[in-house]
């Protein structure tokens, strides 16, 4: 059985700490890394349910693409959940690690685990400098609804589903799409003269701003469900890296859908037009 240090050298190899952005937090939370790992859990979020998953499973370790502390912290008391987390996972013999923008922009990364599951093929990535995001092409033309109701069927279900702004019915054939909150990146967006733009987090003005100047077509998910196909591709590089090391890793996924969104409700109220009823 390796010990948490070697397994986490290879992580490590996958997503370069270094290539982490300077604000991020990436790395081991919490962990001996003299400690055996057998068991390995992929997630998301490290969010309570997520931690009494891997206590469940008898995980040895949890890797999740979020921090648990973001902004660093001067207390892990449970009195807070972000503490409870770390004391069930050290009860536990549970190590935390994080890959985050290091995750984001490896090749293979967070977007190319997005395209594979949308059945998109990546060209080249959104933001050259940095590796983020994938510009796709698609093999044959379909309109902003098609695309938008193939990101319905791929993706995982959340209660927001798929939001698209722009024109339904506009041909697409070159795509971006980025996993997590994508809106910063609109000018690599239209530097890169796709017909839409596939991500998480969209706001009012640059949605606003984007269909009105260009035509580009918008296609928002929820912020997890952009990010979970990442999980199985993390698991599966993890697993071909136990059996290429005689390792024997049993590598799982979180089956925790930790979108903090959990309930969609329709908005019918109509403004009074001034037709008669
Ligand atoms: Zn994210």
Redesign the pocket.
């Known amino acids: 059985m390796p010990r948490l240090s070697e397994v986490i050298a290879e992580l490590d190899a996958l997503w370069p700490p270094e290539r982490a952005e300077q604000w991020d937090a990436v790395g081991t939370v919490c962990g001996d890394p003299d400690a055996p790992v057998r068991r390995v859990l992929f997630a998301v979020d490290p969010v309570r349910a997520v931690a009494d998953e891997a206590v469940a499973l008898g995980a040895d370790l949890l890797v999740t693409?979020?921090p648990l502390y973001l902004r660093g912290t001067t207390t892990v008391a449970a009195g807070h959940f972000k503490g409870r987390v770390v004391h069930t996972l050290i009860k536990h013999d549970v190590a935390l690690h994080v890959a985050h923008t290091n995750a984001d922009t490896a090749d293979p990364g967070v977007s190319d685990a997005l395209a594979a599951v949308l059945g998109l093929r990546p060209v080249a990535p959104l933001v050259p400098a940095t590796g983020l995001g994938r510009i796709c092409e698609l093999d044959e033309p379909e309109t902003l609804r098609a695309f938008a109701e193939r990101a319905a069927r791929a993706l995982p279900a959340t209660a927001q589903g798929i939001r698209t702004a722009g024109d339904p019915d506009a041909l697409v054939r070159r795509v971006a799409v980025s996993g997590?909150?994508g809106d910063s990146l609109f000018d690599a967006v239209r530097a890169a003269a796709v017909d839409a733009f596939l991500t998480a987090d969209l706001r009012h003005h640059p949605a606003s701003e984007a269909v009105q100047h260009t035509g580009l077509g918008l296609v928002d998910a929820a912020?997890w469900a952009t990010?979970q196909p990442w999980c199985d591709l993390a698991a599966r590089q993890l697993a071909e890296i136990s059996d290429r090391r005689g390792w024997d890793l049993e590598v799982q996924v979180s089956t925790a859908v930790t979108d903090p969104w959990s309930h969609h409700s329709a908005s019918s109220a109509h403004l009074d037009t001034g037709a008669p009823n």
């Open positions: 693409h979020h997590g909150s912020h990010e």
